[in-house]
């Protein structure tokens, strides 16, 4: 069974260097020797000029490695005079020699410290950086780097977009990202007829929900080729297929997108106009609907 006697001299010698141990009972003091938090540490990062840290601080850097070695590796890559808490979220965080020097072989050399942890926290390892570098993204700033590891952009991405012919900029791929933007819809919309849209006009369609789908089953209502300005002014009017549909089951058919957009916009349903039927209004046409329905002469 693991027994532990503690030093009698170890609580005099941390009282000599300044510290108060608050806690000296065998639990509180195996704590302290278990992490190596003694004199020996303390003179190691007095060296350093480290001086007057709370025993807590002291502990905090053993138990997350941030211990001399790993100052001193901060150092040989130009920071000094870091504050010890930031210290030991740079160690928490995973900012290591090996990924300093890979930010330094890409370019990336004298960052604020807190940049270069934020740039471990959101996944920015040296080769995501040297993948973008090989599509020709290279000199950009950390932060839009970041943003672009942040947003969901790979290189693949990347590469499946130039494949369709497309040259994007990074702020490019992060709002395709951000837009649901894919190649997969970029082929689609090609196979239902529209080809080389452009990267900006594919966010605007989007966003609208102009989809593949949309535009085949506008084309099977007899709508094909239009323009996306009218692909996009029907999706946000709401003449969807089905309403389309629905005004063929009552007998209106082959009206121009412009008017079905008005019919939409005045509330001209196939159950008004089964309405206006029962009521005389046989054979109106789309204009006198829309009348009928604007001057509320016939009601749902």
Known sequence: MFSFTPRAEYVGEMKALGYVVDDTSAAGLFRLAAFDVGKRFHDELASLGYTRLPLEMLVRMRTHGADTEYIKQLQAAGYRDVPADEVVRARGHGVTREYLEGLAAAGYKGLPLEQVIRARDHGVECDYIESLAAFGY????????????????????????RQLGYSPSLDELRRLRDHGVTPGCIREMR????????LEELVRLRDRGVTASFVRELAKAGYTKLPLQMLMRLRDHGVTPGYIGDLAEVGYKDISPDLLVRMRDHGVTPSFIR????????????????RLRSHGIVRD
């Open 275 to 290: 309405r206006a039927q029962e009521q005389g209004y046989k054979n109106a046409s789309p204009e006198e609907l829309i």
């Open 138 to 161: 290279r000199g950009l700033p950390l932060e839009q780097v970041i943003r672009a590891r942040d947003h969901g952009v790979t290189p693949e991405f990347s590469r499946e977009l």
């Open 191 to 198: 196979e239902a007829g529209y080809s080389e849209v452009p």
